[in-house]
Nanobody, 123 residues
Framework: QVRLVESGGGLVQAGGSLKLSCAAS????????MGWFRQAPGKERLFVAT????????YYAVSVKGRFTISRDNAKNTVYLQMNSLEPEDTAVYYC????????????????WGQGTQVTVSS
């Protein structure tokens, strides 16, 4: 069972930046794709970005493409989400997730989730 712990959330003004981290433990991190999702109050959880097991493939929601960057450091068992040009609409709890199928280039079967980290963007 993989354990995921997010960090790096906080309060930032519009136009600012934050970098989220997600530390994984419990299995071979480098064999699995990872993703970031977010959930605003009263809304459903939405896809933000994913990265393949090798780091060679990344995918983004249209709303964040060009502003957010997902990356991973397999030596540190950590996945990151660099968020630039933040907007009030980016306010949400951000969740890290791990794919359950090893070595796929387009991870979609996210079965393990972190507890979330709050990101608040003020206008």
């Amino acid at each position: 069972q993989v354990r995921l712990v997010e960090s790096g959330g906080g309060l930032v003004q519009a136009g600012g930046s934050l970098k989220l981290s997600c530390a994984a433990s419990g299995r071979t991190f480098g064999n699995y794709g990872m993703g970031w999702f977010r959930q605003a109050p009263g809304k459903e959880r939405l896809f933000v970005a994913t990265i393949s097991w090798s780091g060679g493939h990344t995918y983004y929601a249209v709303s964040v493409k060009g502003r957010f960057t997902i990356s991973r450091d397999n030596a540190k068992n950590t996945v990151y989400l660099q968020m630039n040009s933040l907007e009030p609409e980016d306010t949400a709890v951000y969740y890290c997730a791990a794919d359950s199928v090893p070595k796929v280039d387009y991870p979609t079967d996210f079965s393990s989730w972190g507890q979330g980290t709050q990101v608040t963007v003020s206008s």
